[in-house]
């Protein structure tokens, strides 16, 4: 049989959707038939494997699995032997100290001997450590939101998108002290086949988030307005110029960068381009 590499990822969770999207936009199709623990892709030397977000990076640690998707706050706290080999940028969230919202907190010092509820005491502990706080951290598995109002702690230490978990608990926000995002993570040792699917892999990824961050323009401009214009775009090399058939005008086609879009735009119309066309880009090769 030819080598494969076994992918871990998120059974059923925030992590899930994304993961499979991603999976997909790289042209790896599989069937992730309902409650499957293992499925084969079809075009590609892969296998996967669903399970819960917390188990992965033991299992890859392990070589259970080869690679997997999990949050970077589970990859730090399980603080397993893995090694994160690219990031994701998606389920983008951040761990965050809170207390009653009738607290009147000033600063991190204000924690000292107190006791807070957490289901993450590595990320925490360490935190504390580095800002020298002693504080009591209670572990548990599951709703750490509701601790101070049972009386169990003063404060907790949670994940937070929004924040309207903590504010329908009577919570607010404090301090932010971890940031995460998804990220692959790899087994130490992979045998040079699997570590040649791993880079494939890579490639593939690292082709459509760039494609997600940039967006093909086209526009039409008068031939004295070129210089200005493809000052402005950047583009992966020079623009591309093609002579329109009304006498005096060009079409301007480059690449430009979803962060700076507006402003380019505004620029672009400020020196004269007309028709600006923007679409999406499906993969992008670098
Ligand atoms: P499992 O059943 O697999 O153990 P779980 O309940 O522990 O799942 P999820 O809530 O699905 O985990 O979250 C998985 C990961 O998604 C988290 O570890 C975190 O990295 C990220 N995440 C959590 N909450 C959010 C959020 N509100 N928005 C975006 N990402 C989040
Ligand atoms: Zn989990």
Redesign the pocket.
């Known amino acids: 049989m030819s080598e494969m590499i076994r992918i871990a990822i998120?059974?059923?969770?925030?992590?899930?959707e994304d993961s499979l999207n991603l999976i997909r936009e790289c042209g790896i199709q599989f069937n992730n038939g309902t409650g499957k623990l293992k499925s084969e892709a079809a075009n590609f030397p892969a296998e996967f494997l669903s399970?819960?977000?917390?188990?992965i990076p033991g299992y890859v640690a392990d070589g259970v699995a080869d690679i997997g998707i999990?949050?970077?706050?589970?990859l730090i706290e399980t603080h397993q032997k893995v090694d994160l080999v690219h990031r994701l940028g998606?389920?983008?969230?951040r761990l965050s100290l809170a207390v009653p919202r009738g607290d009147d907190y000033r600063q991190l010092t204000d924690l000292h001997q107190k006791r807070i509820a957490t289901s993450y005491p590595r990320i925490l502990s360490n935190f504390l450590q580095e800002h020298k706080i002693e504080a009591d951290i209670h572990e548990i598995s599951?709703s750490v939101e509701i601790a101070p109002s049972i009386g169990l702690t003063d404060a907790i230490c949670d994940?937070?998108?929004?924040g309207s978990t903590l504010m329908s608990n009577g919570l607010k926000e404090v301090e932010v002290i971890f940031r995460?995002?998804?990220v692959l993570i790899a087994h130490p040792n992979l045998s040079p086949a699997r570590q040649q699917i791993l880079d494939k892999l890579i490639f593939r990824i690292k082709s459509v988030q760039a494609a997600k961050n940039n967006k093909y323009i086209l526009l039409n401009a008068p031939k004295d307005a070129v210089a200005q214009i493809t000052s402005i775009l950047p583009g992966m090399k020079s623009p591309t110029i093609v002579p329109l058939a009304e006498e005096g005008w060009v079409s301007i086609h480059s690449v430009i960068n979803e962060n700076a879009f507006w402003d380019i735009i505004d620029n672009l119309r400020a020196a004269g381009a007309q028709g600006i066309l923007v679409v999406p880009i499906e993969k992008m090769i670098m």
């Not at 999990?70 to 589970?74: A, P, T």
């Open positions: 998120q059974k059923s969770g925030r992590l899930s399970l819960r977000d917390d188990d999990v949050g970077e706050n589970v998606f389920s983008k969230c599951g994940i937070v998108s929004s995460s995002e998804a």
